[in-house]
């Protein structure tokens, strides 16, 4: 099984600031398998990032993604007060076929 | 556009068995593109990946549930089911259906949840 590690656990930062968020497999992975999600309290998650890089259908090119092997990035350019939420990775493989890493916060400076 | 909405019975006790079901509306189920999945998530923690079906019923279920777990299918109401049995508190969470595109092999779609709370 492959086990996602996210960091760091919180990040604090202000608007307009510049957010990088990590996320580490266990072991490489294809990037074509990772993808990143935003959940804001009391809302489901939404798709960012597909594929390590592709933005989802509607996502603002302030959110990009990056990586390979095992260390992947989201990066949001500039924070706007909309993005401040939970960020979380996500991995197909096998068994069990998709995992979550465990999440970064971005809450406001 | 399409949409899923979780229906449940919110609260239940110890040992029972946990039935819920996403009803897909603005599009087909019976799609060849999608897979259809449950995920849940306690209470301020992470999100747990439990199982998903296509539209033919076959099937694939996280190891950690899956002698507690059945997903099915039914193409004509368009909908998909969860049971679950012998739910304990740790049960406790927000199920939330969400469709897999093959090939994005990520959630594009996601239900609103719907909250299950075990408890005697």
């Known amino acids: 099984e492959i086990v996602l590690t996210q960091s760091p656990g919180t990040l604090s930062l202000s608007p307009g600031e510049r957010a990088t968020l990590s996320c580490r497999a266990s072991?490489?992975?294809?990037?074509?398998?990772l993808a990143w999600y935003q959940q804001k309290p009391g809302q489901a998650p939404g798709l960012l990032i597909y594929g390590a890089s592709s933005r989802a259908t509607g996502i603002p090119d302030r959110f990009s993604g990056s990586g390979s092997g095992t260390d992947f990035t989201l990066t949001i350019s500039r924070l706007e007060p909309e993005d401040f939420a939970v960020y979380y990775c996500q991995h197909y493989g096998s068994s069990p076929i998709f995992t979550f890493g465990p999440g970064t916060k971005v809450d406001i400076k | 556009q399409v949409q899923l909405q979780e229906s449940g019975p919110g609260l239940m006790k110890p040992s029972e068995t946990l039935s819920l079901t996403c009803t897909v509306s603005?599009?087909?189920?019976?799609?060849?593109?999608?897979?259809w999945n449950w995920i849940r998530q306690p209470a301020g923690k992470g999100l747990e990946w439990i199982g998903h079906i296509y539209h033919s019923g076959s099937t694939n279920y996280n190891p950690s549930l899956k002698s507690r777990v059945t997903i099915s299918i039914d193409t004509s109401k368009n909908q998909l089911s969860l049971k679950m049995t012998s739910v304990t508190a740790p049960d406790t969470a927000v199920y939330y259906c969400?469709?897999?595109?093959?090939?994005?092999?990520?959630?594009?779609?996601w239900g609103q949840g719907t909250m299950v709370t075990v408890s005697s």
């Open positions: 969400a469709r897999v595109l093959w090939g994005w092999y990520a959630f594009d779609i």
């Open positions: 603005g599009g087909s189920i019976s799609s060849e593109s999608y897979y």
């Open positions: 072991q490489s992975v294809s990037s074509s398998f």
